[in-house]
């Protein structure tokens, strides 16, 4: 998130606090999301450039309190952006200390791979990785609108609708101004990569969720019936919870718990837009909810996506391409709490059905987490067959990872993603 932050922060001629956006949601508060947007598409495009020139024209060595990202995105302004034009506040007049060495450097890397235009130095250095030809998935909000109606709005904006999609290749080969249907949701729209529809009227009013493929799965597998009473044990942001209370058609009741108050905070605003009123937060420890609290006794589905490392979010890998693996001692901790979370959560007692995601690409937090709690409930539960026609499966850890699936912008043209889906086995009478 952390090039996002420092994009808003030039934008804004303020101090970036690396670290301190949650993805868009930080940056719709921006009155041209639009041009934040393609402010960061543009510096990670040339991400390869530029941090060859900043290396050789010594720019982080020289400030020290610079950060990378922000160093990044104010090198991309200077050297092949439209310049500062008032923007920048304090870092213009750094940048202005070093805009000789580094123009000279741009030149000097020019002139080294024998090309004579800024846009020839991407066909010469690192080609695109597979995050950023991810397509944009966008999620109709079935509360209040259909796929029907979306599609004509799109082709009556001068769309090119190209019907229901039947391969991966068809995803991958979009371009311009032409959208598909998904072929495994039906309220699910796929665009070209890079498409920008944060300022889209449909989605301003809520008619439209801008949630990667992988994202929609967990509700879906997890599928409970209109009418249902169903907890969302980690929600925030809440594109999840949504999703649940468009299968639910708002009739039923969703228990919705996060720690972070500003998250739920969002939230709120969130279900609010998308018409969900079918959902109840509470900002609360699910660790601490009570599995015989009267309340919850209707509880037969529980969708819990906790905490992770988040190393298969697509923001990371478009942002730090080649970043390894989180450490050993987080790894830990985080699996942990995720082992512990899902413990509790076998235990409510009329749980006839619950998925476990993570947006992680980690054994540690997916197939290991997955096998410890298995073997912690005793034979209650079983994993059951998740989508058996999914190319990416679970790692052959234990007997039925299998069942469990995995996604990535390598196999499924979708951010990094792991799912399991554990159905209470029945006890004969």
Same mark, same amino acid.
């Given at each position: 998130?952390?090039?996002?932050?420092?994009?808003?922060?030039?934008?804004?001629?303020?101090?970036?606090?690396?670290?301190?956006?949650?993805?868009?949601?930080?940056?719709?508060?921006?009155?041209?999301?639009?041009?934040?947007?393609?402010?960061?598409?543009?510096?990670?495009?040339?991400?390869?450039?530029?941090?060859?020139?900043?290396?050789?024209?010594?720019? %982080?060595? +020289? @400030?020290?309190?610079?950060?990378?990202?922000?160093?990044? $995105?104010?090198?991309? &302004?200077? *050297? /092949?952006?439209? =310049?500062?034009?008032?923007?920048?506040?304090?870092?213009?007049?750094?940048?202005?200390?070093?805009?000789?060495? %580094?123009? +000279? @450097?741009?030149?000097?890397?020019?002139?080294?791979?024998? $090309?004579?235009?800024? &846009?020839? *130095? /991407?066909?010469? =250095?690192?080609?695109?990785?597979?995050?950023?030809?991810?397509?944009?998935?966008?999620?109709?909000?079935?509360?209040?609108?259909?796929?029907?109606?979306?599609?004509?709005?799109?082709?009556?904006?001068?769309?090119?609708?190209?019907?229901?999609?039947?391969?991966?290749?068809?995803?991958?080969?979009?371009?311009?101004?032409?959208?598909?249907?998904?072929?495994?949701?039906?309220?699910?729209?796929?665009?070209?990569?890079?498409?920008?529809?944060?300022?889209?009227?449909?989605?301003?009013?809520?008619?439209?969720?801008?949630?990667?493929?992988?994202?929609?799965?967990?509700?879906?597998?997890?599928?409970?019936?209109?009418?249902?009473?169903?907890?969302?044990?980690?929600?925030?942001?809440?594109?999840?919870?949504?999703?649940?209370?468009?299968?639910?058609?708002?009739?039923?009741?969703?228990?919705?718990?996060?720690?972070?108050?500003?998250?739920?905070?969002?939230?709120?605003?969130?279900?609010?837009?998308?018409?969900?009123?079918?959902?109840?937060?509470?900002?609360?420890?699910?660790?601490?909810?009570?599995?015989?609290?009267?309340?919850?006794?209707?509880?037969?589905?529980?969708?819990?996506?906790?905490?992770?490392?988040?190393?298969?979010?697509?923001?990371?890998?478009?942002?730090?391409?080649?970043?390894?693996?989180?450490?050993?001692?987080?790894?830990?901790?985080?699996?942990?709490?995720?082992?512990?979370?899902?413990?509790?959560?076998?235990?409510?007692?009329?749980?006839?059905?619950?998925?476990?995601?993570?947006?992680?690409?980690?054994?540690?937090?997916?197939?290991?987490?997955?096998?410890?709690?298995?073997?912690?409930?005793?034979?209650?539960?079983?994993?059951?067959?998740?989508?058996?026609?999914?190319?990416?499966?679970?790692?052959?850890?234990?007997?039925?990872?299998?069942?469990?699936?995995?996604?990535?912008?390598?196999?499924?043209?979708?951010?990094?993603?792991?799912?399991?889906?554990?159905?209470?086995?029945?006890?004969?009478?």
């Amino acid at each position: 998130m952390a090039l996002y932050a420092a994009a808003a922060a030039v934008l804004a001629g303020v101090e970036s606090r690396q670290g301190s956006l949650k993805g868009l949601v930080y940056a719709s508060s921006f009155q041209n999301v639009k041009q934040l947007y393609a402010l960061v598409c543009e510096t990670q495009r040339y991400s390869a450039v530029l941090d060859a020139v900043i290396t050789s024209a010594g720019l %982080l060595r +020289a @400030e020290k309190k610079l950060r990378p990202h922000l160093a990044k $995105v104010l090198v991309y &302004e200077l *050297l /092949l952006g439209r =310049g500062f034009k008032g923007r920048g506040g304090r870092w213009k007049a750094l940048l202005d200390r070093h805009q000789a060495r %580094l123009k +000279a @450097e741009l030149a000097r890397l020019k002139v080294h791979r024998g $090309v004579s235009r800024n &846009e020839d *130095l /991407l066909e010469v =250095g690192s080609k695109p990785g597979p995050a950023s030809q991810v397509p944009r998935f966008v999620r109709v909000n079935t509360l209040k609108t259909c796929s029907e109606d979306a599609i004509d709005y799109f082709k009556r904006q001068g769309f090119s609708y190209q019907g229901r999609a039947s391969s991966l290749e068809d995803l991958g080969a979009l371009k311009g101004k032409c959208f598909l249907l998904d072929s495994l949701l039906p309220e699910l729209l796929v665009f070209p990569a890079q498409t920008d529809l944060h300022e889209h009227p449909l989605y301003q009013a809520g008619h439209l969720i801008l949630q990667d493929k992988a994202s929609c799965l967990p509700a879906m597998l997890l599928a409970p019936p209109p009418g249902s009473h169903v907890i969302d044990a980690c929600a925030a942001p809440g594109n999840k919870t949504s999703h649940l209370a468009a299968l639910l058609k708002n009739q039923g009741k969703i228990f919705a718990f996060d720690l972070d108050a500003k998250r739920l905070a969002s939230m709120a605003t969130l279900l609010t837009r998308a018409g969900v009123s079918c959902c109840e937060l509470a900002e609360q420890d699910f660790l601490a909810v009570s599995p015989s609290d009267e309340r919850y006794r209707q509880v037969q589905y529980i969708l819990l996506d906790p905490s992770c490392s988040g190393s298969g979010m697509l923001t990371r890998q478009l942002e730090e391409p080649g970043a390894g693996v989180p450490s050993k001692e987080r790894l830990r901790a985080l699996a942990a709490f995720q082992q512990r979370v899902l413990s509790h959560a076998l235990t409510f007692p009329a749980l006839q059905r619950l998925v476990y995601s993570t947006c992680s690409l980690c054994q540690e937090e997916n197939e290991d987490v997955v096998q410890a709690a298995l073997q912690q409930s005793s034979g209650a539960f079983r994993l059951a067959p998740a989508l058996p026609s999914w190319p990416h499966r679970g790692i052959s850890t234990f007997p039925d990872a299998g069942h469990c699936l995995r996604a990535s912008p390598e196999t499924t043209l979708t951010g990094g993603f792991f799912i399991a889906v554990f159905e209470r086995v029945e006890v004969p009478r």
